[in-house]
């Protein structure tokens, strides 16, 4: 059995909880159970318990073993000095706090279905530990925690806003700036397009804004994609450009060799994406402004509709040509950047300034766009989950991610649902 059973037994309360005694043979009662703590320091914070006829007010503490409290170096750590309870499932050593007091121990037993239940739950498909057992779980509860994932995971998303907003002193243009161009590089280039942006300035990209050629020379020579010697001329020309402003504005570029071009379709490149880039902070200044304005999914959607210089219409990087063709942004990708960006920063600046009209619309977005493509949504579909738009696969994206491939089973409600039925079964 792990630990972690034993402070979900505490948490839900799923043991009986009269008729208790310490392990000195004190009634105890518990009055209050206390707040989990998800933090270093003692279990559960501000607990409140009856041991004979003493009320004591403090923390509780939890292992297997009594054992485990030295084990953890816990009598060298003065923050568990105000530990009025030791919870555990085998007593094998008096604990003492700094002073020589001893503190009382509680012993409680998991009943044997629940730990039954729950040695078959994490022993479960390698993909979703519980998928044998969803066909017991309410539909009507799996909306209701549907919702709740979707929140969880933007209220993360917002709070990677809001530090962001924090670092650039509360310039959510220059955060929207940044969090796009991490967007376009997806999961495989999100680290080097980030890095650009922040070594390129929005405001100096600004002074810029009426020539596309001077945008794509900063964008290239920063991500340090321009060549010294080349043969390609409109290379050539966007060099000169560069070698220009970087002494202009005293920039430095990124390292060339953290772009990722391996197993990538050259769709998808490096260059393509910074050339589209390049076309959106080209044409549309203003960007939050014109995204906080826009009255429907549509409107914000051709926000993010451009295509490229031509230059790029016939190569997929520089001094190397290919058959021409538009390197138009799919409605795909599009949607992407609105479902990992946009609405993520509608639901932060709607917190930001108390606008729950606001983060309704970001939620209202999600509905309205098609479920996301990907292996972990096939998975989940192969389940008979089905994933009708972006706010289902988004949810279920945060539950694999957060819980599931983290092993979070007993802080996730479709467990706590699965381990309920086992104690009533």
Known sequence: MKEALLHYVWQYKMFCPTNLHTTDGDSLEIIDYGKKNNNAGPDFFNAKVKIGETIWVGNIEIHLSSSDWLKH???????????ILHVVNVHDKEILRSNGDRIPTLIIQPA?????KYEELIAGAPF?????????????????????????????KAAAIHSKVNETNGDWEETLYITLASAFGQSTN?????????????????????????IEAMLFGQAGLLNDTTNDEYE???KQEYDFLQNKFGLKSIDKNLWVFAKMRPANFPHIKIAQLAQIL???????SAILEATNLQEIRELFDVSTSPYWESHYSFNSASAKRKKHMGNTSIDLIIINLVVPLLFAYAQKRGLPDLAEKATDILEQIKPERNSIITQWQSMGIECKNAYDTQAFLELKKRFCNENNCLRCSIAHQILQKGIRS
């Not at 925690?145 to 993360?156: A, F």
């Not at 999100?190 to 001077?214: G, V």
């Not at 080209?282 to 939050?288: A, W």
Request: glycine letters at 2%.
């Open 73 to 83: 170096r816990h009598d060298k750590d003065n923050r568990y000095d105000n530990v």
């Open 112 to 116: 044997p279905t629940l730990i039954e």
């Open 128 to 156: 979703i530990h519980c998928a044998h057992y969803w066909g017991i779980i309410p539909e009507g509860f799996l909306r209701i925690y549907t919702s709740q994932l979707l929140t969880e995971r933007l209220c993360r």
């Open 190 to 214: 999100a680290y080097p397009f980030e890095r650009l942006a922040q070594s390129l300035p929005l405001r100096l990209i600004a002074k810029q804004h009426d020539s596309l050629t001077q």
């Open 236 to 238: 050539k020309r966007l």
């Open 282 to 288: 080209y044409k549309r200044q203003n960007l939050l």
